[in-house]
């Protein structure tokens, strides 16, 4: 049950969106939220695995209406992602264990026109 609990907290996503809209000649800001967690598990006679993941982004803007109709932009994206994965094998006469660490950092930006 509590590992199921985990699989299910694992696959939400929380994502939180802000946005102002406002007449012309006006700035506003927004941006985006992210994270995402998750583990992978893989079951056999002799091998198994298991993945834990981690991945958050967050993603800032700021634009301006040029008209009341239309606004232009810019963001800005930074991510990092983090992974652990756990290999097992079972040889004839003993066990042998690895462990891999992943480690992400993304960024990036944009412009936008927004009508």
Same mark, same amino acid.
């Given at each position: 049950?509590?590992?199921?609990?985990?699989?299910?907290?694992?696959?939400?996503?929380?994502?939180?969106?802000?946005?102002?809209?406002?007449?012309?000649?006006?700035?506003?800001?927004?941006?985006?939220?992210?994270?995402?967690?998750? %583990?992978?598990d893989i079951l056999d006679t002799l091998y198994s695995?298991?993945?834990?993941?981690?991945?958050?982004?967050?993603?800032?803007?700021?634009?301006?209406?040029?008209?009341?109709?239309?606004?232009?932009?810019?963001?800005?994206?930074?991510?990092?992602?983090?992974?652990?994965? %756990?290999?097992?094998? %079972?040889?004839?006469?003993?066990?042998?264990?690895?462990?891999?660490?992943?480690? %992400?950092?993304?960024?990036?930006?944009?412009?936008?026109?927004?009508?």
């Open positions: 049950m509590k590992k199921t609990y985990f699989i299910i907290v694992g696959i939400i996503i929380i994502h939180v969106s802000l946005f102002a809209q406002q007449n012309s000649n006006t700035w506003y800001i927004g941006g985006q939220a992210n994270f995402y967690g998750n %583990t992978n695995s298991t993945t834990q993941s981690q991945t958050s982004m967050i993603i800032p803007n700021v634009g301006y209406y040029i008209t009341e109709n239309l606004s232009v932009g810019i963001n800005v994206k930074y991510g990092i992602a983090h992974a652990v994965q %756990t290999q097992n094998y %079972t040889l004839t006469n003993s066990n042998k264990t690895n462990t891999y660490t992943y480690h %992400t950092t993304s960024y990036g930006g944009g412009l936008f026109i927004r009508k």
